[in-house]
């Protein structure tokens, strides 16, 4: 019989296990979708969209000139009467088509999100890809709800909405801004991020399947040009924006004195607030999920960990022995946990943040893994002795880098969480119900988990406080920024 040092030296080797791209159907160029069509750019370029796994190219994509924004958003004026003149309920049975679609091609999308973005295939495949058909699925039922949902009170969609997503979660954030856009009535213009068009070229694909009147979406790839051009056109009745804290307030300043709605959901620096009363082991799996789900290129992240004096030691070394066991490399690889950095601007980004974590005399540990030679790594790191002052426990990283603080009470633990700019997400470990409540009530943030972090439901609103944004994503809120509500009762 093993003993028992044999038995936890034991070490566990994963073999590869591959998703193949074989079935994926790439085109090797892709036009702008304006009318229900691919076209050439007018005024635009075209330029390769890469795997920053590999660095290699994987389709080229049409880039948008500021007469392709126009003509986009002049095709949606002219669809979008059409579209709200449809019942809800065959603008839902649009939506129900759509859902189905995505479901169908569920593994393709999968997979080029994971070659155009870096994430892992297993993130793409459970979370990102059936999330969006669940979010076309959540607002088909809502289109022919829309006067119940505002409390029976008429409503009109607004018209056209401009629509800008980063690239996070590429197809994700396209279906939270198009389906309640379309639900309600409205036609939309999407600009998908620089560095990640594909799988909304894809869901292009998708609508024309669908049969989705022309000109009712068009999507626009393009850099952050393209994005001024569209937010500037005079022509519009909405904006929705995801992205960072500083696009947003270029956007506020572009639209100032133009009356049209905006929703801007932003950055964050978001507390995981760790009691210690809490289960321990389940607290350090939920910190993983919360900082290193898709690399921590996510808005809500749990980049700032507050635990309390009592347990910290106990919980910093539980979870660095649960990093050490992350594993990075090929996002296609369904083993791997930890993908690539979506571009060399972020690398460097998160390199220089954490470069004056080091400077400002924060303890950084790194995990001793392997970064494959080619494409943009970046190992999971951990940084202790860290001041609220620093500017990786004030700033958004937006990489695989956890900052721990402590904190003895509970009312030092909401003030830490709450001194922020920011106010998106926030995580509390707990074993005792009345705290939790207690603490998320003081908590200024849109969303707070319980004993889990970066769970979402397309039932559930999603949105910021403070510099994180306004305006909610999701559920029946989500509809309300792409409506106007009378006063007069619904017939
Ligand atoms: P970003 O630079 O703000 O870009 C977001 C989108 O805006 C991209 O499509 C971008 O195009 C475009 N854009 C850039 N400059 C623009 C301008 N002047 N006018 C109009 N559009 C412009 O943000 P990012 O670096 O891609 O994404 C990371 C940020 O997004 C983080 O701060 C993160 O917290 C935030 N985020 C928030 C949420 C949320 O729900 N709250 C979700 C995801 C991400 P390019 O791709 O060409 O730059
Ligand atoms: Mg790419």
Same mark, same amino acid.
């Given at each position: 019989?093993?003993?028992?040092?044999?038995?936890?030296?034991?070490?566990?080797?994963?073999?590869?296990?591959?998703?193949?791209?074989?079935?994926?159907?790439?085109?090797?160029?892709?036009?702008?979708?304006?009318?229900?069509?691919?076209?050439?750019?007018?005024?635009?370029?075209?330029?390769?969209?890469?795997?920053?796994?590999?660095?290699?190219?994987?389709?080229?994509?049409?880039?948008?000139?500021?007469?392709?924004?126009?003509?986009?958003?002049?095709?949606?004026?002219?669809?979008?009467?059409?579209?709200?003149?449809?019942?809800?309920?065959?603008?839902?049975?649009?939506?129900?088509?759509?859902?189905?679609?995505?479901?169908?091609?569920?593994?393709?999308?999968?997979?080029?999100?994971?070659?155009?973005?870096?994430?892992?295939?297993?993130?793409?495949?459970?979370?990102?890809?059936?999330?969006?058909?669940?979010?076309?699925?959540?607002? *088909? +039922?809502?289109?022919?709800? @829309?006067?119940?949902?505002? !409390? /029976?009170? =008429?409503?009109?969609?607004?018209?056209?909405? $401009?629509?800008?997503?980063?690239?996070?979660?590429?197809?994700?954030?396209?279906?939270?801004?198009?389906?309640?856009?379309?639900?309600?009535?409205?036609?939309?213009?999407?600009?998908?991020?620089?560095?990640?068009?594909?799988?909304?070229?894809?869901?292009?694909?998708?609508?024309?399947?669908?049969?989705?009147?022309?000109?009712?979406?068009?999507?626009?790839?393009?850099?952050?040009?393209?994005?001024?051009?569209?937010?500037?056109?005079?022509?519009?009745?909405?904006?929705?924006?995801?992205?960072?804290?500083?696009?947003?307030?270029?956007?506020?300043?572009?639209? *100032? +004195?133009?009356?049209?709605? @905006?929703?801007?959901?932003? !950055? /964050?620096? =978001?507390?995981?607030?760790?009691?210690?009363? $809490?289960?321990?082991?389940?607290?350090?799996?939920?910190?993983?999920?919360?900082?290193?789900?898709?690399?921590?290129?996510?808005?809500?992240?749990?980049?700032?960990?507050?635990?309390?004096?009592?347990?910290?030691?106990?919980?910093?070394?539980?979870?660095?022995?649960?990093?050490?066991?992350?594993?990075?490399?090929?996002?296609?690889?369904?083993?791997?946990?930890?993908?690539?950095?979506?571009?060399?601007?972020?690398?460097?980004?998160?390199?220089?943040?954490?470069?004056?974590?080091?400077?400002?005399?924060?303890?950084?540990?790194?995990?001793?893994?392997?970064?494959?030679?080619?494409?943009?790594?970046?190992?999971?790191?951990?940084?202790?002795?860290?001041?609220?002052?620093?500017?990786?426990? $004030?700033?958004?990283?937006?990489?695989?880098?956890?900052?721990?603080?402590?904190?003895?009470?509970?009312?030092?633990?909401?003030?830490?969480?709450?001194?922020?700019?920011?106010?998106?997400?926030?995580?509390?470990?707990?074993?005792?119900?009345?705290?939790?409540?207690?603490?998320?009530?003081?908590?200024?943030?849109?969303?707070?988990?319980?004993?889990?972090?970066?769970?979402?439901?397309?039932?559930?609103?999603?949105?910021?406080?403070?510099?994180?944004?306004?305006?909610?994503?999701?559920?029946?809120?989500?509809?309300?920024?792409?409506?106007?509500?009378?006063?007069?009762?619904?017939?």
């Amino acid at each position: 019989m093993a003993t028992q040092e044999q038995r936890t030296s034991i070490s566990w080797d994963y073999a590869p296990a591959p998703e193949s791209p074989d079935h994926v159907r790439l085109r090797d160029s892709y036009g702008l979708f304006i009318e229900g069509e691919f076209r050439d750019p007018v005024d635009g370029t075209r330029v390769a969209s890469i795997n920053p796994a590999t660095e290699e190219p994987v389709a080229e994509v049409a880039f948008a000139g500021p007469d392709d924004v126009r003509r986009a958003v002049q095709a949606a004026r002219a669809a979008q009467p059409g579209w709200a003149a449809l019942s809800g309920l065959d603008r839902g049975k649009y939506l129900f088509r759509i859902a189905r679609l995505i479901q169908e091609r569920a593994r393709e999308l999968a997979v080029v999100e994971s070659m155009d973005g870096g994430k892992p295939i297993r993130e793409s495949r459970d979370v990102d890809v059936p999330l969006a058909a669940a979010h076309f699925f959540h607002y *088909a +039922g809502w289109a022919d709800k @829309l006067s119940y949902a505002m !409390g /029976g009170r =008429s409503v009109e969609p607004l018209g056209v909405a $401009a629509q800008i997503v980063p690239w996070n979660f590429p197809l994700l954030m396209a279906a939270w801004k198009l389906a309640p856009a379309l639900a309600a009535g409205n036609a939309a213009v999407l600009k998908p991020a620089e560095t990640t068009p594909l799988t909304a070229l894809l869901l292009a694909e998708i609508l024309q399947e669908a049969e989705l009147p022309p000109g009712v979406v068009s999507i626009l790839p393009g850099d952050g040009t393209t994005g001024a051009a569209l937010v500037r056109e005079p022509d519009l009745d909405k904006v929705a924006f995801t992205g960072s804290t500083g696009v947003g307030k270029d956007i506020q300043a572009a639209l *100032a +004195g133009r009356r049209i709605p @905006l929703t801007l959901e932003l !950055g /964050g620096k =978001s507390a995981n607030i760790v009691f210690e009363d $809490a289960a321990l082991d389940q607290a350090v799996e939920g910190i993983v999920n919360g900082i290193f789900f898709n690399q921590g290129h996510v808005c809500c992240a749990g980049s700032r960990l507050l635990i309390q004096e009592s347990v910290a030691d106990t919980v910093v070394s539980k979870l660095w022995s649960r990093m050490e066991r992350l594993r990075l490399g090929d996002p296609l690889d369904k083993n791997t946990d930890v993908g690539a950095i979506n571009s060399l601007e972020q690398l460097h980004r998160i390199e220089a943040l954490v470069a004056s974590g080091e400077e400002e005399g924060a303890v950084r540990r790194s995990v001793a893994c392997e970064l494959p030679s080619r494409g943009f790594w970046f190992a999971p790191t951990l940084f202790t002795d860290v001041a609220p002052a620093h500017r990786i426990a $004030a700033e958004e990283i937006f990489g695989p880098v956890v900052s721990v603080l402590t904190f003895r009470t509970q009312a030092e633990a909401i003030e830490k969480a709450n001194s922020t700019p920011y106010g998106l997400a926030a995580g509390i470990w707990t074993d005792k119900g009345s705290k939790a409540f207690e603490v998320a009530a003081a908590l200024q943030t849109g969303v707070v988990w319980q004993n889990t972090y970066n769970k979402f439901d397309p039932s559930a609103a999603f949105g910021g406080y403070k510099e994180s944004g306004f305006g909610r994503e999701g559920g029946m809120a989500g509809l309300r920024p792409y409506l106007r509500v009378t006063n007069g009762t619904a017939p």
